[in-house]
DNA sequence: CTGAAAGCGCTTACAG
DNA sequence: CTGAAAGCGCTTACAG
């Protein structure tokens, strides 16, 4: 039935190589046979199976992502353009989540290495302190690519925010906007992003001579909005001195917000919210909320980009060479009033 | 660097064929050489390969979903499924997104047939009436199901919801609420989908001998929601007589509802709304839209569900036996006011 | 310019 | 119960 290198060589009274070299323009192959061979095979529809080529050329044109969840649409739209620009390349995209558990997360790699693919991208769960299995990847000569959560811990290509900065100018938003009293949701005590969203809060508060207090930073457990909503609900209720919230994280806004919808009112107009998000805020209805957005389908298109930089110095034999490269949020934040 | 069947052969002084046949629990192998080839595979962390024993077996372990788009978060949700149970069973997810487009879909299943997926599963793009490269995968042997929107040319397994019930039970409600002028959104002519749900919203009209008017139908176009966006603003502007609207698209109402949000007060409390959609209502703010849950994730679950049985089948040499599956929506519509 | 041969890492029908 | 041999569909170093 499906076609071989074999088949076409018969038909057309040329041996297999003769074929297998036409197809791939080997220079020692005359003109006039290629065009032959490429006619016919594009006749019959003939393509190599990918899965007999891995043999020889250990390339199965398959990358593997790892992101810790598809809740947050901000990874939808990482995914988006991870597809797109890896398809223009012919690359197929396989999809794992984490659920932001190490435990997981190196058994996804374990299964993404054992189906060989040619590239695994990866942003850390928030609770990945250990890094063997991304060695392991390394080890392998699979290409690695850290994005959004990365580590300094290893070294290979890695693509993220930055966050130190983005968090300063948010908590410095609020700041100018009269807050003083700014809470800070933080999802990980050991994440590098998270870490960095810490510091770039608190160099803001430095900055503008606000003490910093320990009660104002409140840590998600592992529903992020529900615990969220909780907890803003309790805040409200204990009527609560807070001004402003700065929340680094959509999927805590969504627990955020959802309460605001329920109050309308009250709440409203008092307290002042910058959330980093991957959506368009008139959506919500909160005047008073601020998003900046993180555009993921771009940093998905990047991830590729330095993929395939990597596949091509690996081609060369030339030595790798890693890049650590920080990229900015789409918008300032200017109208929150 | 690899470790290989060959090399633990001349390790545990066995042959190829042996080390192959205990590690697949052969009965012909006896208990204790199975034993002490399977500790030492264990030991040395040897997994076969899988891309080498692909070409022996004709299974790559990998699956392909073709969804139109991913701004919908049903198909999000639905893609958590697919991935969630098909990892659970051994089984790589390759994501693809066809723009609803027919071509772009053509395209991506030649390109998942040439990677000798086990199993391929479509939601149809809108403009697809044109089947070859369906009857394609059924040529090459591979698992094919339709999900969501489906057709009825070709035979394979089938998940989908029951949209002609859920749309009459749509079209009823806002009936039973008042509404006589009610406007329907649809995206495409010619999917079996979009002409199901037609179907549901005209006999529902037609049970309570409501006249149908071809003016309370809008096809929307390529930008789903800036359309639906443009068209109510205009409704509102030319002070339509409109009093519900019957949305059977997640990605339609988030026009619909961006313009509600700009408005808050006066089309609020008058024009009474139901949409199918794959979020929680609450969040939009809006208290006469009601949301009809459509559950991706299980619809997800399902198709892998399907396609595990097709494998089976294969397996044992069975004949082939094809279902269509009609599933509900998670909850009626009872609270719109 | 062309092709015979070896080999990639497995599986399995067959022989013993 | 074990293993030699053939073969899955390609690619490429080598010979001519």
């Known amino acids: 039935m499906k076609i071989t290198l074999k088949e076409i060589a018969k038909q057309l009274n040329v041996s297999p190589t003769t074929v297998s070299k036409a197809l791939q ?6 003109a006039e046979t290629k065009k032959k061979i490429k ?35 901000f990874y939808n739209g990482l995914i988006e353009g991870v597809i797109e620009k890896a ?16 435990k997981k997360e190196k058994k996804m790699v374990n299964r993404l290495l054992h189906q060989q693919v040619d590239g695994i991208f990866i ?19 699979t290409s690695l690519t850290l994005f959004d959560n990365t580590t300094k811990s290893i070294n290979c290509n890695k693509i993220s925010f930055d966050e130190r900065n983005e968090s300063f100018v948010a908590t410095e938003h609020l700041i100018k906007c009269g807050c003083k009293k700014i809470m800070f949701f933080r999802d990980s005590l050991v994440s590098q992003k998270s870490i960095d969203q810490f510091i770039g809060y608190r160099k803001a508060l430095d900055q503008y001579n606000i003490p910093f207090e320990k009660k104002y930073v409140h840590i998600t457990e592992n529903k992020m909005d529900d615990d969220a ?56 209805g909160h005047s008073n909320l601020k998003l900046i957005k993180l555009n993921g389908k771009k940093m998905g298109g990047k991830i590729i980009k330095s993929f ?6 690996l081609k060369m034999k030339l030595p790798l060479t890693f890049s650590t490269e920080l990229l900015k949020s789409k918008e300032n934040i200017t109208n929150l009033k």
């Open 25 to 30: 323009d080997y220079p020692d192959i005359s």
């Open 39 to 73: 006619k016919y095979a594009k006749q019959v529809g003939y393509t190599p199976s990918i899965q007999a080529a891995y043999l020889r050329t250990q390339k199965t044109r398959i990358v593997g992502v790892i992101v810790p969840n598809f809740t947050d649409h």
């Open 87 to 102: 398809s223009k390349n012919g690359y197929l995209v396989v999809i794992l989540q984490s659920g932001d558990s190490q």
């Open 123 to 141: 942003s850390l769960a928030r609770d990945t302190i250990n890094y063997d299995h991304l060695n392991k990847i390394i080890e392998s000569k």
């Open 229 to 284: 909503y909780e907890f803003i609900k309790a805040l409200y209720n204990s009527k609560s001195e807070i001004e402003g919230i700065f929340i680094p994280n959509h999927v805590i806004s969504l627990g955020i917000i959802k309460f605001f919808n329920e109050q309308k009112t009250v709440f409203h107009n008092k307290i002042k919210i910058v959330s980093f998000s991957p959506l368009n805020g008139q959506q919500w």
């Open 308 to 313: 395939l930089n990597e596949q091509n110095l």
